[in-house]
């Protein structure tokens, strides 16, 4: 997604490993490209047709391969959405832990 999608999203923004900070601004983007010596991708690049799997609501359920072992399935609760393509998923798996992950909704990953 271009740069300043999380914010406009309220989605946080981690920094690279190893720093645990989160982005919290456009300003700290332009420090980062700046002291990295980057270039940000164009907007356009990420222009996309709408999604072919939707549309997903809060609440829907699916199976999910788990990103810890991907040999397996895990179920999966939408608990978010947004541009109805970028789905927050709540992952449960045997031990009765979830975990959440952010998946596109054209995803080989989900079913």
Known sequence: FPIGFCELHNIELSYPLPSTETFSSQTQWTAYLHRTDSQPVPASIFERPDPISGPF???????????????????????????????????????????????????????
């Open 57 to 111: 609501s809060v609440g829907m359920a699916l199976e999910a391969v788990s990103p810890i072992d991907p040999s397996k399935l895990c179920l999966a609760t939408v608990n978010r959405v947004v541009c109805n393509r970028l789905l927050r998923l709540g992952l449960s798996t045997n031990n009765s832990t979830t975990r959440e992950i952010w998946i596109d909704c054209d995803s080989v990953d989900i079913y």
